[in-house]
């Protein structure tokens, strides 16, 4: 079982609409969560961190944990075509980050 | 920009070269991480400096050596690789191991002929 599992997409989502993404993760014992967006050809870059249950808001993004059901979402509201990217979920059981392969996003004009 | 500069940014090796990747954070970081990223596969961490003490090696083969001169630079040393090298290799910075937010470098794209 992978660590941290994330649908590989392509998710396709329309301009304007809310794209939400899902991450599971194994280790029980993780205590931060963290998304970042990750253009082709380019680094990952930090989007958010959440660390309690419930919902953290930035701008348009939203991240959810559900530390019983073990899992991390994002939703990017009113989506735009510069929000095309991958999207990868990162984990810290502990020691070191664990990140999913990426959830490829592609935002339709 | 992140504070994270990577050279070069593109390399083409023969199995029998050998090159070093280079690594600067302007962000005052104590911790400094080498990632291998994959076409379709997750980040890889191969190795973490923590106040330049190698903290964690994760199985890398010795044909990748790390060196951490000061906190503000990184090293990948680079010899006699495999055509499976290739790939995206990342830098990483945090303020300190225990602080699990990385910064990352643009990268090094790299590949072994």
């Known amino acids: 079982q992978k660590e941290v599992e994330q649908n590989s997409g392509p998710l396709s989502v329309p301009e304007g609409a809310i794209a939400s993404l899902n991450c599971t993760y194994s280790?029980?014992?993780?205590?931060?969560f963290f998304w970042y967006r990750q253009y082709s050809g380019k680094s990952p870059e930090l989007i958010m961190f959440i660390y309690s249950n419930g919902d953290k808001e930035d701008g348009r993004f939203t991240a959810q944990l559900n530390k019983a059901s073990q899992y991390v979402s994002l939703l990017i509201r009113d989506s735009q075509p510069s929000d095309s990217a991958t999207y990868l979920c990162?984990?810290?059981?502990?020691?070191?980050?664990?990140f999913g392969a990426g959830t490829q996003v592609v935002v339709t004009p | 920009e992140t504070g994270v500069t990577q050279t070069p940014r593109h390399l083409v090796m023969g199995m029998t070269n050998k090159k070093s990747l280079k690594c600067e954070q302007h962000?005052?970081?104590?911790?400094m991480y080498w990632y291998k990223q994959s076409a379709k596969k997750p980040l890889e961490l191969m190795f973490v400096?923590?106040?330049?003490?190698?903290?964690e090696n994760n199985s890398v083969p010795s044909r990748f050596s790390p060196e951490c001169p000061n906190s503000s630079h990184l090293f990948l040393h680079l010899h006699t690789l495999q055509p499976e090298d290739s790939a995206l290799y990342l830098c990483?910075?945090?303020?300190?191991?225990?602080?699990?937010?990385?910064?990352f470098g643009p990268g090094t794209r790299l590949l072994v002929l």
């Open positions: 280790d029980r014992g993780s205590q931060s």
């Open positions: 990162a984990v810290n059981p502990g020691g070191k980050l664990q």
């Open positions: 400096y923590n106040f330049k003490e190698q903290t």
């Open positions: 990483a910075s945090s303020q300190d191991r225990a602080q699990e937010t990385q910064y």
């Open positions: 962000l005052g970081h104590n911790a």
